[in-house]
């Protein structure tokens, strides 16, 4: 491939939580047109058995594929856990995947005790036990399932009430035990930050890994020779879920003066 390579960056989540990828993804790489496919209508993944997660994948990848994409994030630290796997051995481009960052966790935590917030698959996939034990193994770690919490960044209840309550109740708990990590283990949660900052004040450091993944695109794009200096940039968005969701969100979190968006209902 040339140096020049014009194709897009595809990015897939089970919704609008890989958003949260996304703009780190624009800030890094701000000469690289993405195309952004969030599966919406089948929102949430988390509950759901591997073998749907791997077919929701497919039709994912497939459809990004179509639109030329040069290199895929799975956006998304339960499909990553369900499907990554079949993902590289099937289909002929680079992937980007996320886990939970238990290594950074566990490596700057100075009580012992760190908190991971995630996805019934997150925690069930083989790629977070291999981490938890390699990093982790003299750590406790505090595992919770977000229940509902997908659910409410995906109807634009991010910010709410309602939300804080949900999150009391999965994070005082981790408080009680000494955390002083906490891992967004899931890409929707950073959407939940400032509700989740309110309640653990300054007791614990809350640690994204969107900008590592977006570091980690960057530098597969140079590994591979896929990167361009682009002039005609672009970001499309398409989603199988409600159209007025996704360009609030992404409206929401992205600096102004930004190059052409479209957006798309599939
Ligand atoms: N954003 C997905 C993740 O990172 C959400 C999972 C879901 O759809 O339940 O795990």
């Known amino acids: 491939m040339s140096m020049a390579d014009s194709r897009p960056i595809g990015i897939f989540d089970s919704g609008v939580g890989g958003l949260t990828v996304w703009k780190e993804l624009i800030n890094i790489l701000p000469n690289e047109s993405i195309v952004y496919f969030a599966d919406s209508k089948n929102c949430p993944y988390g509950s759901k058995s591997d073998k749907e997660i791997i077919n929701f994948s497919k039709k994912n ?3 990004l594929l179509s639109q030329q994409c040069k290199i895929i994030v799975v956006a998304c630290n339960t499909a990553t856990a369900a499907a990554i796997d079949f993902l590289r051995k099937n289909y002929n481009v ?3 995947g996320m886990e939970p960052a238990v290594k950074p966790a566990a490596s700057n935590s100075k009580t012992g005790h760190i908190g991971i917030l995630a996805t ?3 925690f069930n996939g083989k790629l ?8 982790a193994d003299n750590i406790e770690t505090n595992i919770q399932i977000g229940v509902g919490l997908v659910e409410m960044v995906e109807n634009f209840k991010a910010d709410t009430n ?14 009680n035990n000494n955390v002083d990590q906490i891992v967004l283990g899931c890409t ?6 400032n509700r989740i900052k309110k309640i653990v004040g300054n007791t614990a450091t809350i640690i994204n890994p969107s900008i590592a993944v977006a570091k980690q695109t960057q530098a597969q794009l140079l590994k591979y ?8 940039v ?8 409600k159209i007025k969701i996704i360009i609030k969100i992404v409206k929401q979190i992205s600096k102004k003066n930004h190059k052409p968006f479209i957006f798309k209902s599939l």
């Open 225 to 232: 020779h896929l990167e361009t200096s682009g002039n005609d």
């Open 94 to 96: 680079p992937f980007i």
């Open 162 to 175: 309602e939300a804080e309550v949900l999150l009391r109740q999965y994070i005082e708990p981790m408080i």
């Open 120 to 122: 019934q698959g997150t």
């Open 234 to 241: 672009y970001y499309k968005f398409y989603t199988t879920g």
């Open 61 to 63: 990848v497939e459809f």
């Open 188 to 193: 929707h949660y950073p959407f939940l930050y």
């Open 128 to 135: 977070f036990k291999e981490t938890s034990r390699k990093y």
